[in-house]
């Protein structure tokens, strides 16, 4: 990676904007990744999920719903996180081809009253660099191996969902970031992520087959192969079109 022309911009409050992406119909990426030093409550990803804090903030965002299922509470949890996560790296990426610094030792969390992720804060703005023609999966190995492996053994562990679906819901995310952010060779690469079995280090590909684009009364619609469990909450809207179960589709 390279530095060079590229630096991170001071609010009129103090604080850092991230990236020059998060703007216009990106702005609301700065209120969910920040630097840690501006995240005043956040605490360490890594004592957050090892010291029993995950469990607490479960039970209090399961509180909202009476209850509620364990699986599809962490479920939900995690949509509030992958979103908060995977949307303004690509963005940045996407846009800038600035590679946010979101190693999981790295980074901290700060929460809502209900238990929910408020925001993620970074290290530092991260690198650019100059290269033009990377292809996803060169922006998608760091936050892979560095983060969403650790995180979704967190959801599994202490929210009981298992990793295909937590990979799922990271998808439906990444795949969004993509599509939004422009132009049709975007969206040629998140066909890629979804299409490929391996990654090009030879690894298997986690998001292989959890999205499909299918025709559906003549439009296009994006679907997920397994479902985030929303149903089972009380309250929370379904996904449409988007949900793994044709019942759910219409509610």
């Not at 509470?73 to 963005?91: E, K």
Request: charged share 20%.
């Amino acid at each position: 990676m390279a530095m060079g022309g590229h630096e991170s911009v001071a609010h009129p409050g103090g604080s850092t904007v991230l990236s020059a992406a998060f703007a216009g119909p990106h702005a609301w990426c700065n209120e969910k990744m920040v630097l840690s030093a501006d995240l005043a409550d956040g605490m360490p990803l890594a004592e957050f999920f090892a010291s029993g804090a995950f469990d607490r903030a479960l039970s209090t965002y399961a509180a909202t719903f009476d209850g509620g299922d364990r699986r599809a509470v962490a479920s939900m949890w995690s949509l509030f996180y992958l979103s908060s996560l995977t949307i303004p790296y690509v963005v940045a990426w996407a846009l800038e081809r600035q590679v946010l610094p979101i190693r999981f030792d790295e980074m901290t969390v700060a929460l809502s009253a209900d238990g929910l992720p408020r925001a993620l804060g970074v290290p530092a703005p991260g690198d650019w660099s100059d290269e033009d023609g990377q292809e996803i999966f060169s922006a998608l190995q760091p936050l892979v191996d560095e983060h969403l492996v650790r995180v979704i053994g967190h959801l599994k562990a202490v929210g009981g969902i298992a990793p295909k679906l937590a990979w799922n819901n990271a998808a439906v995310y990444i795949d969004y970031a993509l599509r939004t952010a422009g132009t049709e060779p975007l969206s040629n690469q998140a066909d890629a992520m979804t299409s490929l079995r391996l990654m090009p280090n030879g690894a298997t590909n986690p998001f292989f087959d959890c999205l499909r684009h299918e025709e559906e009364n003549g439009a296009q619609v994006c679907r997920r192969k397994i479902c985030c469990l929303r149903y089972l909450l009380p309250g929370i809207a379904s996904c449409g079109s988007l949900c793994a179960l044709p019942s759910q589709r219409n509610q």
